[in-house]
Nanobody, 111 residues
Framework: QVQLVESGGGSVQPGGSLRLSCTGS????????VSWFRQAPGKQRELVAS???????DYADSVKGRFTISRANAENTVYLQMDNLKPEDTAVYYC?????WGQGTQVTVSS
């Protein structure tokens, strides 16, 4: 059974940082790309960042230069380092690999 578990969400002030983690079981992140999505209240879920098996990374324009996606193969974990957070980054963040989704972790950016 495939399971993706996110962690690391929380509340921060604007300009702060958080690091999200997505750990997979029953699926090999080295063989499958992993993406982070987010969904704010009343908005559609949007793609934030992706990392592919060959190491290629891609980011939404809104987070380029502030977010960094990385992978720790030994732990089968993908991270999303989020710096210089803005109120508009507030959302539930989900990781996805192939057809599998995590349960989401809340990120709130507010003063």
């Amino acid at each position: 059974q495939v399971q993706l578990v996110e962690s690391g969400g929380g509340s921060v002030q604007p300009g702060g940082s958080l690091r999200l983690s997505c750990t997979g079981s029953g699926i090999n992140f080295d063989s499958n790309g992993v993406s982070w999505f987010r969904q704010a209240p009343g908005k559609q879920r949007e793609l934030v960042a992706s990392i592919w098996s060959v190491g290629f990374r891609d980011y939404a324009d809104s987070v380029k230069g502030r977010f960094t996606i990385s992978r720790a193969n030994a732990e089968n974990t993908v991270y999303l380092q989020m710096d210089n957070l803005k109120p508009e980054d507030t959302a539930v963040y989900y990781c996805k690999s192939f057809i599998h989704w995590g349960q989401g972790t809340q990120v709130t950016v507010s003063s």
